[in-house]
């Protein structure tokens, strides 16, 4: 069974998020502080957080660099009613998952619970999945882009972004079918999209590779370059 730990200075809100995911049988622990939220980590096994950022006694951003500075690979989904895309570069830099704003519907933060429960633990049964295309090596499951031979270590979505431009080399991928393939639902944040390519453009520069993701403007985004 799944645990969930709901982080939120708002006790209805965490009612509300409470209620629809025990509805799924997942196990459901609340705090109403990042402070508090930490003594839970501390004293039980979280595999998700919904984690707020505007927060007394250890904000949202406390709770990700506490994660950070242990070494804790928890999946964590922010949502905040904090929309500049500086907070969504930041959360997104010290390792969230996800970023939805407030208010949000249960439903769809529901499918992006589940969709991130999936990508972290796929159908079992499978042998390992490598990628590979040209000097770029990315192991699936764990998490790592090797460019010639330099190594990187992805977030969840990193991960699955680069899966998707690798394994469609040079192809034109639309937002939609990028959000549908690796976030695994319809509603695309196009804000949350470019700071995660950003983050992998920069991935790129930083190996110093013949190869970018490159904008379509009005459709999306394509991995192009020397040999692809």
């Known amino acids: ?12 809100i965490r009612e509300l998020i409470r209620t629809h995911i025990e509805q799924t049988g997942m196990r459901v622990t609340e705090a109403e502080s990042g402070q508090q939220a930490i003594e839970r980590l501390e004293g039980d096994q979280v595999d998700v957080i919904i984690l707020d950022l505007m927060m007394d006694n250890e904000d949202g951003f406390g709770v990700l660099r506490y994660l950070n500075n242990r070494g804790l690979d ?34 769809e933060l529901m499918a992006r619970i589940q969709a991130v429960l999936r990508r972290r633990h796929p159908a079992s049964g499978r042998s390992s999945l490598v990628v590979r295309l040209n000097q770029m090596v990315l192991d699936v499951d764990n998490y790592t882009l090797l460019i010639y031979k330099e190594k990187f270590t992805l977030t969840l979505v990193e991960q699955g972004l680069m899966q998707l431009f690798m394994q469609n080399p040079d192809r034109v ?5 990028i959000y549908q393939q690796v976030w695994q639902h319809e509603r695309y944040d196009d804000n949350n999209l470019s ?3 950003s983050r992998l453009r920069k991935l790129l520069e930083r190996a110093n590779s013949p190869w970018e993701i490159q904008s ?3 459709v999306g985004y394509r991995l192009t370059g020397a040999g692809l």
């Open 216 to 218: 379509v403007r009005g």
């Open 173 to 177: 991928m639309t937002k939609l079918e």
């Open 74 to 107: 928890i999946l964590t989904i922010v949502v905040s009613a904090r929309r500049q895309e500086q907070d969504k570069i930041t959360t997104l830099g010290l390792g969230a998952d996800d970023y939805m704003t407030k208010p949000f519907s249960p439903m």
């Open 195 to 197: 700071v995660y390519i």
């Open 1 to 12: 069974m799944e645990h969930i730990l709901v982080v939120d200075d708002d006790s209805q």
